[in-house]
T-cell receptor, first 113, second 113 residues
Framework: TQLLEQSPQFLSIQEGENLTVYCNSSSVFSSLQWYRQEPGEGPVLLVTVVTGGEVKKLKRLTFQFGDARKDSSLHITAAQTGDTGLYLC?????????????FGSGTRLSIRP | EADIYQTPRYLVIGTGKKITLECSQT?????MYWYQQDPGMELHLIHY???????EKGDLSSESTVSRIRTEHFPLTLESARPSHTSQYLC????????????FGPGTRLTVL
């Protein structure tokens, strides 16, 4: 069974600080996504990474897919209160429509003003 | 903004009642999903559908049932609600394929007394 473990589970930091959250597995994934979910809403896609070693930037957010395609990280520079939310990674085992999509356990991020 | 809708947003109901949670999308997506999520926790897939007349059970066993008579509509029914069913229920849809973007509705927060 494929599992995605996210760490830390909870993180509370001051506005302006940097942070990194992780998504790890013992399984290889064909691609991986990061979603952010705000309270009372559904998750919204931030990025999809498909190539081992790939790095993608979205303003202050930097996403990296591990070389072995078993892990990913999300780095936020100069965190803002608007970054508060639940961050979920999701991985697919294959490319076909029947491929299972696995969601990680989530990191709850709180940015203090 | 995603065109996927869920009603009701909040539902408080007594034990033993039959309930149907509605989910509709106007994007013409073939794939639709139901997830169960306790507040701030990971998503658990309970049902999914590849298209009309296709329904499959997800990874988390659920006493709920689903139907897919029309592409745009994927309702979830609980024949007899119990307090253990209290949770948030998220509906999502996507194009066919491996790891494609899932568009989530805002969720239904269900409380069974």
């Amino acid at each position: 069974t494929q599992l995605l473990e996210q760490s830390p589970q909870f993180l509370s930091i001051q506005e302006g600080e940097n942070l990194t959250v992780y998504c790890n597995s013992s399984s290889v994934f064909s691609s991986l996504q990061w979603y952010r979910q705000e309270p009372g809403e559904g998750p919204v896609l931030l990025v999809t990474v498909v190539t081992g070693g790939e790095v993608k930037k979205l303003k202050r957010l930097t996403f990296q897919f591990g070389d072995a395609r078993k892990d990913s990280s999300l780095h936020i520079t100069a965190a803002q209160t608007g970054d508060t939310g639940l961050y979920l990674c999701a991985g697919a085992g294959g490319y076909s429509s029947a491929s299972k999509i696995i969601f990680g356990s989530g990191t709850r991020l709180s940015i203090r003003p | 903004e995603a065109d996927i809708y869920q009603t009701p947003r909040y539902l408080v109901i007594g034990t033993g009642k039959k309930i149907t949670l509605e989910c509709s999308q106007t994007m013409g997506h073939d794939k639709m999903y139901w997830y169960q999520q306790d507040p701030g926790m990971e998503l658990h897939l309970i049902h999914y559908s590849y298209g009309v007349n296709s329904t499959e059970k997800g990874d988390l066993s659920s006493e709920s049932t689903v139907s897919r008579i029309r592409t745009e509509h994927f309702p979830l029914t609980l024949e007899s609600a119990r307090p253990s069913h209290t949770s948030q229920y998220l509906c999502a849809s996507s194009l066919a394929g491996g790891l494609v973007e899932q568009f989530f509705g805002p969720g239904t927060r269900l409380t069974v007394l």
